[in-house]
């Protein structure tokens, strides 16, 4: 308590109690202002990490698993959304198209997981994460493995990695695309 003591001391030596008042008036409005503007003022890794950390164990695959869609109700999100995989890659097409090259790619992965579950490759499982989701599509059939890697390091890149999409990103998600439904079609 001695420092406490003596550091206290210095500002009195240093300082009128009006201006003691002034600065700690000052430091408040500093830290109500960045309260107020929390989180903006973060930089956007920090962001990205609260936000995983607030939702326990994010799921990277996002809407593609389940979540609420474009106008589909946010209280079904437990359940398989009724759009076929035709849908999302239509929806892929036209966000290329529109140069929105990180959106084509997220819609190109829900075609992906959609196509592995209506051929019976996967379970539809809320709450899994674009790795597990590979890795238990690569467990029933093997000669999935690669595409789904390819997806997943292509999504994890543009959404979790920030890093900005371009048409090649795209091209490869179309690619590993076209393979999933070879594969999964092919041994039905």
């Known amino acids: 308590m001695r420092w406490w003591n003596e550091a206290a001391a210095v500002w009195d030596d240093g300082f009128s109690l009006v201006l003691s008042w002034l600065v700690l008036l000052l430091l408040a409005a500093v830290v ?22 607030r939702a326990g164990r994010a799921d990277e695959l996002g ?15 437990e359940e ?15 966000y290329a198209a529109e140069g929105r090259w990180a959106e084509a790619v997220r819609e190109r992965l829900r075609a992906i997981v959609r196509e592995l579950v209506e051929r019976g490759v996967i379970e539809h499982v809320p709450g899994w994460t674009v790795t597990e989701l590979a890795r238990a599509a690569a467990g029933a059939r093997p000669e999935l493995g690669p595409a789904l890697d390819g997806a997943t390091a292509v999504f994890s890149g543009i959404w979790y990695a920030q890093r900005p999409a371009t048409a090649e990103d795209d091209e490869r998600m179309r690619g590993h695309l076209a393979t999933v439904r070879e594969t999964a079609r092919g041994a039905r």
């Open 32 to 53: 109500a202002v960045l309260w107020y503007t929390y989180p903006a003022w973060l930089p956007s890794r920090w962001r990205m990490r609260r936000a995983a950390r």
């Open 80 to 94: 398989l959304p009724a759009r076929a995989a035709e849908v999302y890659h239509n929806l892929a097409d036209r």
């Open 63 to 77: 809407e593609a698993i389940g979540e609420p869609v474009d106008g589909e109700d946010p209280d079904d999100a």
